[in-house]
């Protein structure tokens, strides 16, 4: 049974999500601030963590930041919870390590979608493979990445994104095709969420990040330079 845990400091909002995710047969957990969120989270290592962006004292993008800059709690998937929807504010949350956007008011049916949407992407691994491209080397059973050599941490969104080009290895992939297969379910037409994402794991593939190659007006592949 995943164990997911709400930080969310409107407690009748909590306590609807929650509900919500029992009915699904999740465990849940429930912290009204930043600073016992970041706590519980340490402690109990949940499945997933929905997170609000304004709360109390520690905003949910500094506590999505500590989480993700820390061994220990970086795989940790995190849906942001927020009434902010501009696209600025979605790109902030993505960059801190956010694995997926939700403004509020939202309904409890796409939520606990997306909910099921993200921990599908813990995909089970053929053992002992490992996809190896250039100083590119993927640990498909122990999702650990390496760049020449170098353990390159990412989240789970950004592993099952390079695992979706590295399987497909010089073939062009579609950021819809993307969004479906990552994500789990159509982002209502915004392919710039794959564009963010992508950014953002070219950037911490470094060198390595020149093997993605973009297909204008299409989407990406990987491929040796």
Request: hydrophobic share 40%; charged share 25%.
């Amino acid at each position: 049974m995943p164990t997911v845990l709400v930080i969310e400091d409107e407690k009748d909002l909590a306590e609807l999500v929650v509900f919500h995710l029992e009915q699904e047969g999740y465990s849940c957990l429930v912290a009204h601030d930043g600073a016992t969120g970041l706590a519980e989270a340490r402690r109990s290592k949940p499945d997933l963590i929905l997170l609000d962006l304004m709360l109390p004292g520690m905003m949910g993008t500094e506590v999505c930041r500590t989480l993700k800059g820390a061994e220990h709690t970086a795989g940790i998937p995190v849906i942001m919870l927020t009434a902010k929807g501009e696209e600025i504010d979605r790109v902030v949350g993505f960059e801190m390590g956010a694995d997926d956007y939700v403004v509020k008011p939202f309904s409890t049916r796409e939520l606990m979608l997306r909910v099921r949407a993200v921990l599908r992407r813990k995909l089970p691994a053929a053992e002992g493979a490992t996809i190896t491209l250039g100083s590119l080397s993927i640990d498909v059973e122990r999702h650990l990445v390496r760049v020449a050599g170098e353990e390159v941490q990412l989240t789970s969104t950004e592993f099952k994104l390079l695992m979706n080009l590295a399987e497909r290895i010089g073939r062009v992939q579609s950021r819809e095709l993307l969004l479906q297969n990552v994500w789990g379910y159509s982002y209502l037409g915004d392919t710039r969420t794959v564009d963010t994402h992508m950014t953002r794991l070219r950037t911490k593939l470094g060198a390595a990040g020149e093997l993605i190659k973009t297909v204008r007006g299409f989407g990406y592949k990987l491929e040796e330079s």
